[in-house]
């Protein structure tokens, strides 16, 4: 199959959160099974484009409609590893690729439009543009949803299918923004619904997710839509992967590289050896003590209301009074919840135990992973999450609430029925500091009173498949039950 993915993020090149994580891996590994894959992203100016090899200019005579207009597309076509990426932009003079971050901006919904608009250009004749026929399009979010209305009020026959990360945001527009793509709104207030309302298949990123969506309280509006959607349309609840090879604990990134098969422990501690080295690194780096006694846990998120920001300040001065240690590292868009963890990051300037990293670096991410007993992930709703996973892979257990995504891959150590065999967290329902604190305390009393139990959980974490072997296959059955309906 040749599958095309318009994605508005991609890891590597313009990454904000976990959907650029998702469109990387997943397209990697879609390749890895035979199929052959095409990205389709904004050539957004400030982005690492040198992630991208072979990078060429496409001659072409592609336009693109705006604004009652056509405007020149120009595309560069590159390689990641064995995946085609078409960097995409327009002479339109909005500049919509231009601004520095990928959003944030009071026309994101027209940028994100134009980028449906100069796909669907591309796409209505792939070959002039250097594209095989294709035969699946995987839109992603609200910023490539409205794809399907286009092609469908064009007349263009192809399948498509819409995943859905987050619905928080929905890409409001009105009638007019929509028409300055061409695009008839259909009655839809936003382009996520305009996306749902003509999308050929849907899938969002756990199977909890999917059912928490159709709900009043997590529907964000759309729960009634939803509901009959799902009845109407090929749909799945498809749990997200890492990419293994991005996210390797045995590269060269980590201080004291390791594999769940080199993981060594000295009997009676719960520490292994590689992670108290990485510790190590790590405290000498961020002027924290050295005590490989002391659990470090980890939280890495964007900071916005959803990861549950009061939780994440709790934990961190609980895991201080329990005898851990703990470091933050997280980025914020949003300027009153910088300030804030600003303070906190002044008023722990001289802890010896907790630390506060504000910005965001994918090489101290990596280390961080490496370095940590347990990541906490605190969320109010979490469609996926992916820290979690990525812990496992660095042989951290989860601290996780049990929302969304989380609840599909983090199995409590003393709770669920086959906690002997699959357990790799600690998990609590209420998003309060009971619940943050049930988790912690648990974690913190294993990891001091049951060395044993905690070394066997480590090995498992981290030999645990949290690859997109499977989940990429779930997605070749969703597609086949698309194509297969007329
Ligand atoms: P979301 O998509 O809601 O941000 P996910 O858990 O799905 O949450 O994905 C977050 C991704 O972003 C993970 O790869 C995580 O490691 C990464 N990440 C988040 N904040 C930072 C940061 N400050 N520095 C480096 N990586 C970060």
Redo the contacts with the bound molecule.
């Keep these: 199959m040749h599958i095309v993915h318009i994605t508005s993020e991609l890891a590597t090149v313009a990454k904000v959160?976990?959907?650029g994580?998702v469109v990387f891996g997943l397209s990697r590994e879609q390749v890895k099974q035979g199929h052959s894959v095409s990205i389709i992203i904004g050539r957004y100016r400030h982005a690492e484009h040198k992630a991208v090899t072979d990078l060429r200019k496409v001659k072409t005579d592609c336009q693109v409609e705006f604004d009652g207009s056509k405007w020149d597309v120009t595309i560069e076509k590159g390689k990641l590893g064995e995946v085609e990426v078409f960097l995409v932009d327009t002479n339109h003079p909005e500049g919509f690729f231009a601004q520095e971050e990928v959003y944030g901006y009071s026309n994101d919904t027209s940028r994100f439009l134009c980028l449906v608009a100069i796909s669907y250009a591309i796409l209505k004749e792939p070959a002039k543009c250097k594209m095989r026929p294709f035969d699946m399009v995987h839109l992603h979010d609200w910023q490539s949803a409205p794809f399907s209305a286009l092609a469908k009020q064009k007349g263009l026959n192809v399948k498509t299918v819409l995943t859905l990360h987050?619905i928080e945001h929905q890409g409001q527009a009105s009638p007019e923004i929509f028409a300055r793509a061409g695009i008839d709104h259909e009655g839809a207030s936003s382009s996520l619904e305009l996306g749902l309302l003509t999308a050929s298949g849907l899938s969002a990123v756990s199977k909890t997710y999917l059912k928490e969506i159709q709900t009043a309280d997590g529907g964000r509006g759309l729960d009634r839509l939803l509901k009959e959607l799902v009845l109407k349309v090929p749909t799945k609840g498809i749990v997200n992967g890492i990419d293994e090879n991005f996210w390797d604990p045995s590269d060269k990134v980590v201080s004291a590289p390791f594999s769940s098969k080199t993981l060594k422990f000295t009997s009676a501690k719960s520490q292994c050896e590689q992670k108290a080295k990485c510790k190590q690194a790590f405290a000498k780096s961020y002027h924290l003590s050295f005590d490989p006694s002391k659990p470090l846990v980890a939280c890495?998120?964007?900071l916005v209301p959803?990861k549950g920001l009061d939780l994440i300040e709790h934990a961190l001065f609980q895991t201080l009074e329990l005898g851990g240690q703990f470091v933050l590292?997280?980025?914020s868009p949003i300027a009153h919840i910088s300030t804030h963890f600003q303070r906190l990051e002044q008023s722990l300037l001289y802890s010896q135990d907790a630390k506060v990293i504000l910005?965001?670096?994918?090489e101290?991410?990596k280390q961080l992973f490496s370095a940590a007993d347990m990541t906490l992930i605190p969320s109010l709703f979490e469609p996926?999450?992916?820290?979690q996973l990525?812990g496992f892979r660095y042989g951290a257990l989860a601290l996780a609430r049990e929302t969304g995504g989380l609840k599909d891959t983090v199995i409590d150590v003393d709770n669920h029925p086959l906690k002997d065999a699959l357990g790799n967290g600690f998990s609590f329902l209420y998003p309060d500091y009971q619940g943050v604190g049930y988790a912690l305390t648990r974690a913190l009393d294993m990891w001091k009173n049951n060395p044993k139990m905690w070394q066997k959980i480590v090995k498992r974490v981290s030999s645990q498949d949290v690859s997109w072997r499977h989940s990429a296959k779930e997605y070749e059955t969703l597609y086949k039950a698309v194509l297969s309906k007329s």
């Design positions: 959160g976990g959907l994580d987050n890495i998120a964007r959803q590292l997280g980025s910005g965001y670096s994918e101290l991410a996926c999450g992916l820290t990525i």
